[in-house]
């Protein structure tokens, strides 16, 4: 066994037995946190681009499970944020809790089909497995949002078959052009020609469905912002980064040759609009959740943006592999904090929030600092990630990519300090006894991992561009190098 | 061990912060004591380090935080000059905002960002790059936000939400010019400034006014001046600490950064930047006095004041020769422990009688003598009477312009101290010669552990004020101090 495989078995043994835990949850979710903390952990320790054989059986038959610097960083991030997550949910989905009994034995197994689907699409290589791992997370995704607001998951569930019918219609596509469906064959023997081009555009628009990138993003907002709080918190943070790794693996590294210059400028052109408009609408949201999940819709715009930048100078793979994790930790930090400032607020609207500052100070600081790396201001991870990509940006003469970036910080700054000086507002509000040390706790360890994201920023550098695809600049040289000889050399 | 120094000064105020953040209200005492003892343990710090610069000792740590990027704290003459005086303020505000909130609510938020703002300030003054500075500048935005905000009344949190407007807004600009510029260049460390040599002229020009306009936001420069008179609905401690260390002067402070270490003030008079720079701090200057004649609320008054004294640094370091460098950074202190003076007296004026316009001064004199001859000190230093330390500022900066060939600053200064008389002597006036309007009975200032503490502070600054002008050419005096750094070739 190699923690690439346990990585995604354990969470499913740990569905199965949640099935029959009943009150033995909390216990049972011990277990879980201290088994994949450890393996992710040794998931760390292992050289970049370990790979490992399910069953022993050789490619092209095989499945194929690699430990690349993405997977890496994106492994240790889900057991962080389900992890904690989980702690926070014991006590909305306890068998004593308030909410019914049917949600409280759902919960449970589909948070941890979510947490093994997460890893294997972030590990695995290969392309129906990865269709497999998709399936996986919407089905355990549809039915938490169902939790919050059926509709609104039937909503979702609609548009994320439709996703997977294109992916799949692109997985048989090259199945029957190249014999077989894992990634790094593929790159090795992918050719520019009209059927795998035809695929890959298939593919990615299938992807960008489950990604949420305007404009496909509309079944986000209503699922992410009815769903429970600990739901939304991983539908936010785990599955639409799945969606996301997919494009990346197939534009980067199995299909790169037909992945065009123009179809990358395509990419980041849309990732730019999503910003924008995922910030306005965020800006014109009067519930809380509903601007936190809009936000969520811009901050997707960051890691296509990237997609142009990756190839040339700069740093952008580290930037997109920081912001997908910044993101992921972040986000779910301000959704559980949310949870509970609505909770002890007068209604779902921002304007409801008067006074919490006071009322709950530890949970605005999680959701304050969860701001501050989600707005990219310094030092947090959020900010490491949105340095690396408007450097990048700049050092390859893109100002325009770069002016969005930073525009969306002032934007997200603009929509994130609403609720906060809402909740600055008032002295004389009483102090809300947490109802739960753990649960109070859960965001705030996240949102200070974000920040602290901010302080590793080199070494998580390293670890990200080990294995990175070959159509990453592997030693990125600064723009005019051979004018400015002396000002590299320094930096190096 | 000495390369961690630098680090210490830093750790100082976060351990403070975290303490008050911890502490309940009911532990108020101990708060107040970490407080008081943590300013002491970095005055004693910075006494030190002082001691080992007069042996030539530069203190710095480095670490990459990003690849290709450092994060450098450098204490260097310039530096040590910035936080003395920040450390030494920071003592005195402690304990004046102790006094001036006794028991307030919401202290404990309040000491915490109160530290929090002082680690910026000195993380500001001894950023040995461009980005560890903007890292810097940046976090003090946040960490004065919430003590912008801290009545949470209607008028603070607009005060707030414009004070974010302009403040991220600029850091943008800023940010977006530093990776322009490092992108073209390579790391931007304040040392010796790059070659700029092969980057387009007009590049350079427009790189300068996106940084000297983000920077400007902050120093309050005609026309990004407007946050400033707004954030005056702040208690008066925050105005105080904000004027004279922390926000107001970490722009005019990255301005001296960049004009003399990355461009170099041969650059930037090569490019003619300089005579179009000192143009608009004549007209701030101008503008801020004007303004100030027509405030009828006291620390409205001082608010346009800070406005128009911010920009004497801004000239300074814009006329090109070694007098008027000395000139802008001797006016950087002296403003420092002037401004700090005239707040705390508006401050205490508004405690302890609710004087809070000009017109209700009448008496003052005979109520709060000693608050009242401690604000007369700061006045006459403001207008620039000797021996008071501003007129030490100002001959210099005088001279510095007859030096640089540019005659019209004299009477650009001439019309400023007018001004400032026009605005400073009625107050003075009303105060010291016209009977009390109410039946207010004069304060016991000097009997009682709040009203010393209140009022204390103020003489302390005020006599410091003095000082700085009576003992100019002794060792150890801002000037003796500031003219040893010129002399070493900082700043030609």
């Not at chain 1, 690699?66 to 997977?71: N, S, V």
């Not at chain 1, 990219?376 to 991870?381: A, E, F, I, R, W």
């Not at chain 1, 930073?406 to 507002?425: D, Q």
Request: proline letters at 6%; aromatic letters at 10%; glycine letters at 10%.
């Amino acid at each position: 066994m190699s923690p690439l495989d346990l990585l995604v078995v354990a969470p499913l043994v740990f569905m199965v037995l949640s099935l029959l835990a009943g009150g033995w949850q909390r216990s049972l979710l011990a277990l879980a946190i201290a088994t994949m903390a450890a393996l992710s952990v040794w998931l760390m320790t292992l050289d970049p681009g370990t790979a490992h054989v399910v069953g022993g059986w050789e490619l092209p038959l095989g499945v194929l499970l690699r430990a690349d610097g993405l997977a890496q960083m994106l492994v240790p991030a889900v057991t962080l944020t389900a992890g904690l997550t989980g702690l926070y949910a014991l006590h909305q989905f306890a068998p004593e809790s308030h909410a019914s009994n049917a949600q409280t034995a759902a919960f449970w197994p589909l948070y941890y089909l979510m947490w093994s689907a997460a890893n294997a699409a972030f590990l695995t290589t290969d392309l129906f497995n990865l269709y497999v791992t998709l399936e996986m997370a919407s089905i355990a995704a549809v039915a938490m949002a169902a939790m919050g607001s059926v509709r609104a998951a039937l909503r979702y569930l609609l548009i994320a078959l439709l996703g997977s019918i294109f992916y799949l219609l692109g997985v048989a596509l090259i199945l029957s052009r190249y014999g077989t469906v894992d990634v790094t064959l593929l790159a090795g023997m992918a050719e520019a020609d009209f059927a795998t081009a035809l695929a890959l555009a298939l593919m990615t628009g299938g992807l960008l469905v489950k990604a949420a990138l305007f404009p496909l993003h509309g079944w986000l907002p209503p699922a992410h912002a009815a769903a429970p709080a600990p739901a939304s918190a991983l539908l936010s943070g785990l599955v639409v980064k799945i969606g996301f790794v997919i494009t990346v693996r197939l534009w980067f590294e199995g299909l790169a040759a037909a992945a065009t210059p123009a179809g990358l400028h395509v990419l980041g052109g849309i990732g730019a609009l999503a910003i924008l408009f995922g910030s306005l609408q965020a800006i014109r949201q009067e519930s809380l959740k509903a601007l936190v999940a809009y936000s969520t819709v811009a901050q997707i715009g960051y890691l296509f943006l990237a997609f142009p930048l990756i190839a040339g100078a700069g740093h952008a793979w580290a930037g997109l592999s920081f912001h997908a994790v910044a993101h992921m930790i972040a986000k779910a930090a301000m959704f559980l904090a949310a949870g509970l400032m609505l909770k002890a607020a007068a209604g779902p609207r921002i304007a409801d929030l008067a006074g919490l500052a006071r009322a709950m100070p530890l949970t605005v600081t999680a959701f304050g600092l969860a701001a501050v790396s989600l707005m990219g201001l310094p030092p947090s991870g959020g900010f490491s990630a949105k340095f690396l990509l408007v450097d990048a940006a700049l050092r390859q003469g893109q100002a325009i990519h770069a002016a969005v970036m930073l525009i969306g910080g002032l934007l997200a700054a603009v929509y994130l300090f609403r609720p906060l000086a809402v909740a600055f507002s008032g002295s004389e509000t009483p102090v809300v006894p947490p109802k739960a040390p753990s649960m109070v706790a859960a965001p705030l360890a996240l949102a200070l991992a974000a920040l602290l994201l901010g302080f590793a920023g080199g070494p998580l550098a390293d670890l990200a561009t080990g294995g990175a695809p070959a159509t990453v600049a592997p030693e990125p040289l600064p723009a005019l190098e051979d004018t400015v000889e002396t000002a590299s050399e320094d930096e190096q | 061990m000495t390369a961690f120094l630098p680090l210490a000064l830093l750790t100082l105020p976060l351990v403070a912060a975290l303490i008050s953040f911890a502490l309940p209200d009911t532990r108020a005492a101990w708060r107040d004591a970490t407080n008081i003892i943590f300013a002491l343990v970095k005055l004693v710090l910075v006494g030190f380090l002082l001691l080992q610069a007069q042996g030539g000792v530069d203190f710095e740590w480095r670490y990459e935080f990003l690849p290709g990027h450092d994060f450098v704290l450098r204490v260097d003459a310039i530096a040590l000059l910035f936080v003395t005086l920040s450390t030494f303020l920071w003592l005195i505000a402690t304990i004046y905002a102790i006094a001036y909130f006794e028991r307030g609510p919401n202290l404990a938020r309040f000491f915490g960002f109160f530290n929090l703002c002082v680690l910026s300030a000195t993380g500001v003054a001894i950023s040995g790059t461009a980005i560890t500075f903007f890292s810097f500048y940046e976090l003090l935005t946040l960490a004065t936000w919430p003590l912008v905000v801290h009545k949470g009344d209607e008028k603070s949190l607009t005060a707030g939400r414009v004070y974010l407007t302009y403040t991220l807004a600029g850091s943008a600009a800023f940010l977006a010019g530093i990776l322009w510029l490092k992108a073209l260049v390579g790391p931007l460390e304040f040392a010796a400034p790059p070659d700029l040599s092969p980057v387009p002229t007009l590049t350079l020009i427009l790189i300068f006014v996106l940084l000297i306009g983000g920077l400007g936001v902050k120093a309050a420069l005609l026309p990004f001046h407007g946050w400033l008179p707004q954030a005056m609905a702040a208690p008066a401690p925050v105005s105080a600490l904000l004027h004279a260390v922390a926000v107001v002067k970490a722009g005019a402070y990255g301005i001296l950064r960049v004009v003399h270490d990355i461009y170099g003030a041969g650059t930037v008079a090569d490019l003619g930047l300089g005579l179009p720079l000192a143009f608009l701090a004549s007209a701030t200057i101008l503008y801020g006095s004007l303004r100030a004649v027509m405030q009828n609320d006291i620390k409205k008054r001082l608010a346009y004041s800070t406005v128009s004294q911010v920009s004497y640094i801004v000239l300074g370091a814009s006329l090109a020769g070694p007098i008027a460098a000395v000139g802008a950074l001797v006016h950087l202190v002296h403003q420092g422990i002037m401004k700090i003076t005239l707040f705390m007296c508006a401050g205490a004026l508004a405690n302890r009688l609710h004087i809070k316009a000009v017109t209700e001064l009448d008496g003052a004199g005979r109520l709060m003598p000693v608050t009242m001859a401690s604000f007369t000190i700061g006045a006459l230093g403001m207008i620039g009477v000797p021996p008071v330390a501003g007129f030490i500022s100002k001959w210099y900066l005088g001279s510095g312009g007859l030096e640089a060939g540019d005659a019209w600053v004299i009477a650009v200064l001439a019309g400023s101290s007018l001004l400032n008389s026009a605005y400073f002597l009625p107050l003075l006036y009303r105060a010291w010669l016209l009977p009390p309007q109410g039946d207010h009975a004069p304060v016991a200032e000097l009997t009682g552990g709040w009203n010393r503490m209140l009022v204390l502070p103020a003489a302390v600054t005020a006599l410091a004020s003095l000082g700085a002008g009576l003992f100019a050419s002794f060792p150890f005096s801002p000037l003796e101090w500031v003219s040893l750094i010129v002399d070493a070739g900082y700043l030609r």
